[in-house]
């Protein structure tokens, strides 16, 4: 097995592939494999994987040097290159993925001579600080890596093997996990939409809670993630947040949950554990939505949704629900001509009598 200095192991055997995804293999086990590809343009040196038949029978007029395909595939079909056969295709793709994947360089200084970092802050022995990064007063941060231009406030705590990327803001008392990942130009703990209106103008309320970041948590680009008012707003273990997010003040979302690009969830509102929000879905403010439940996308919760729901449109009502509305909008023309049609010999036929 070949492997560079700074961890890339730019080459592997189908044998130990098979291994590394726990597959059956059938066929050589000593194929080199060098990269991974799609489907489309795999080349004879590159793994590919196909989640259903359909798409295994496609591989087979192209070069590929190892395809990962379902257990379920038929014995029927005759391979020119080795298979792994895995129950989850996908799953298995990724920790290949993840064995492929660069790791990033560890640098000669791991406190960048740019950094400014507070006397009375805490830095573990491993941690990694980056160029330019600013550090507050009284935080602590374990083994993790923190990105150039970050900007981490007062009585902030770091996990370990935390990841957090160029130009983040991190606001002073935010508890940030273990294993957690943070992408470019995401703001945690800025001041919740706080206003009173009174004698005619808005006036602040302050925002002195904290937001708390959970183990196992991922967040994408460009998310704003609000203090409370008072108390913490959660993102709990796990879950996994797309670019564009909106989470208000006070909201508490649930043990791995999964938030696609451009929602927004209002203040106060508490997500069950496994919810899913499809790309611009949305909650209203103070609202409970259950354990197991989908909002499908430019979905909007103006109400409390109960467990293991699935719902859609605006205001959300459930998923088939909506798709009757939807497929029958197209109809309203004509039925309002025909409504319009017999209204008129209706009233031809109150006439005469």
Request: hydrophobic share 35%; with cysteine; net charge positive.
């Amino acid at each position: 097995m070949i492997s560079t200095d700074n961890g890339h192991k730019p080459s592997i055997t189908t044998g130990e592939l098979a291994d590394l995804t726990k597959g059956i293999l059938e066929g050589k086990n000593n194929i080199i494999i060098s990269g991974v590809a799609q489907a489309d343009f795999v080349k004879e040196t590159e793994v590919t994987y196909a989640v259903n038949e359909k798409y295994v029978v496609k591989l087979l007029s192209r070069n590929v040097g190892c395809a990962i395909i379902p257990t379920t595939t038929s014995d029927d079909i005759n391979f020119t290159f080795p298979v792994i056969k895995c129950a989850n295709p996908y799953f298995a793709f990724a920790l290949v993925l993840r064995y492929f994947q660069e790791k990033p360089l560890i640098p000669a200084e791991k406190i960048h001579k740019s950094a400014i970092i507070a006397d009375s802050s805490s830095i573990s022995a491993n941690t990694i600080i980056e160029a330019y990064t600013t550090i507050g007063h009284n935080t602590k941060i374990g083994n993790s890596r923190i990105g150039p231009n970050c900007y981490i406030g007062n009585n902030v705590r770091i996990g370990e093997n935390t990841s957090i990327a160029p130009n983040v803001t991190i606001r002073n008392g935010s508890i940030i996990g273990n294993n957690v990942v943070i992408h470019s130009g995401t703001v945690i703990g800025t001041d919740g939409y706080g206003f009173v209106f009174t004698n005619y103008k808005y006036e602040k309320i302050p925002q002195i809670g904290i937001v708390e970041i959970q183990d196992d948590v991922e967040i994408g680009s460009m998310v704003c993630i609000d203090r409370a008012t008072i108390g913490k707003t959660v993102i709990g273990k796990g879950t996994k947040i797309d670019n564009l997010v909106q989470i208000g003040h006070n909201v508490v979302l649930g043990e791995n949950c999964a938030l696609v690009s451009q929602v927004g969830i209002s203040g106060s509102t508490i997500v069950g554990d496994n919810c899913r929000f499809a790309g611009q879905a949305a909650t209203s403010g103070h609202l409970t939505i259950g354990n197991n439940t989908t909002i499908g996308a430019r979905g909007v919760a103006t109400k409390d949704i109960p467990p293991n729901s699935y719902v859609s449109g605006f205001p959300s009502r459930p998923h088939k629900e909506e798709q009757k509305i939807l497929a029958s909008l197209p109809k309203l023309p004509e039925l309002l001509k025909k409504v319009r049609k017999l209204e008129k010999e209706l009233k031809k036929l109150q006439t005469t009598t």
